[in-house]
């Protein structure tokens, strides 16, 4: 058993060690194949009954090491192809640095909800000018969530009347 621990936590080292090549430009793609084949070395252990407490302790240590680092991997390699990471020059990762702004302007969300009142009153549809505030948060709201799933892009409402119903879409610019 000790034996088997000792080569799982060679692997899981050296599959850092493959890691860091990989984030610092050195190795060209990413070690998925050596990773799979960790994680499967791993499920196996956990699946064999254990006599011994400190193995028992080695064996989960190791796998909340490898769960730990496979999330740190992950993040890191979804940051870098959302754009949220770069390589430098020197081929190291960067976190690229991006100024929070607005993703509406607040001038816009007045006018689209307007013209969203607007265009229920067209439909024939009942308008309550009291629910204009609410409209507003709404629409607000609505634009941060979008523009956080959009990479922080500004979001541009549209309102038209399409089969006699009054539509919003946003778009991202």
Request: glycine share 8%; proline share 3%.
């Amino acid at each position: 058993m000790k034996e088997m621990l000792d080569r799982l936590e060679i692997n899981l080292v050296a599959l850092k060690h493959e890691y860091d090549l990989f984030f610092n430009g050195k190795r060209r793609g990413e070690p998925m194949k050596e990773r799979k084949e960790l994680e499967m070395k791993l499920l196996a252990g956990s699946r064999r009954t254990i006599i011994g407490n400190a193995d028992q302790l080695r064996l989960n240590n190791l796998s909340g090491r490898y769960w730990t680092y496979a999330n740190l991997w992950t993040r890191t390699v979804r940051d870098l192809e959302e754009g949220r990471m770069h390589r430098d020059t020197g081929g190291s990762l960067r976190r690229t640095s991006v100024e929070r702004r607005e993703p509406v302007a607040r001038e816009h969300v007045d006018q689209a909800a307007e013209a969203l009142l607007e265009a229920r009153r067209s439909c024939g549809l009942a308008v309550d000018p009291s629910d204009l505030p609410s409209l507003r948060e709404t629409l607000y709201a609505r634009a941060l969530e979008i523009s956080a799933s959009g990479g922080g892009k500004k979001v541009e409402f549209v309102v038209s009347v399409e089969g006699g119903k009054p539509k919003v879409k946003a778009v991202l610019r």
